[in-house]
């Protein structure tokens, strides 16, 4: 089973992706980093990391990614996420380009509602490599160094800029076509899964109190997937290394995150849209997941 690396961990393995040693909120909610790849290492763990990135890669290399595996021979877009293990062999010395990496509530859930939902970051079990031409090698490597010189600024509002230029190329790889070159091993647990995992993201974000979710428990689903509730869950556990009652519980709890960060809805309109009968059982759920109650959660965000 692979373990999952989080953004700290990953920051002690390659030290030279964070000299100004940004913190973990530099973008006043969330965390967000762009560097060069010139010092890639020639191979890295395979694991999952807690954090989404999106790397352009101009060297050749093999990616093993979830079940697939896909050699990459010239400059491509790379986009990863929580979910999908995945690592790199480099095959060429000179390793160029830039990677991205941030986490989640660097996006706003608004944007993601719009149109990430359906992005290479955040569809499940989409295709995450795309290859690029020479026009759009040099278009992406603009936005790239712009992204570069940004981050290294003074201007109080550069992270608003740095999500838009994520935003544009998430756009331009939206454009392309994916490479259709995988060496698949696909099996039965693989295909439940990511019909599980974009049924669980189907259910988010709630737009208001009154729309309370529809699916809460792991029976939920494996009854809206007509498959038995031990057998979806035997599956996600051997895909992700997470039951399905774990997934829905982390899904929720971020979406509770948001709201009390993001809206003005008193704690028992939010509890009963997430599915919870009483703020009571809320309250205890959410402390369970984070430590902190929800009335402590919001006074941190103001």
Known sequence: MSQTESIQEFYRRVPHANPAHLPLNNAGIGHFNVFERNSCYKKTPYSRRDFYKVSFIIGTGRLHYADKWIEIDRPALLFSNPMVPYSWE????????W?????????HPAERKDFLQDSPLFKIGANPVFFVNEQQQKELSVIFRKMMTEIESDYPHKYGMLRNYLHLIIHEAMK???????ERQINASSRITTLFMELLERQFPIDTPE????????????????????HLNRSVKEVTGKTTTEHISA???KEAQALLNHTN????????SLGFEYPAY???????QTGLTPGSQRARAV
Not at 176 to 182: H, I, K, L, N, V
Not at 211 to 224: C, F, I, P, V, W
């Open 90 to 97: 480099a095959i060429s010395e000179t390793q160029l380009g």
């Open 251 to 253: 899904r929720i709890t």
């Open 282 to 288: 809320f309250n205890i759920f959410f402390k369970k």
């Open 176 to 182: 392309m076509q994916p490479a259709e070159t995988f």
């Open 99 to 107: 990677f991205t990496l941030f986490t989640e509530t660097f996006v």
């Open 211 to 230: 729309n309370a979710l529809r699916l809460k428990t792991a029976n939920d689903y494996a009854q809206s997937l007509s498959v038995h509730a031990n």
């Open 265 to 272: 809805w008193n704690i028992s309109e939010i509890a009963y």
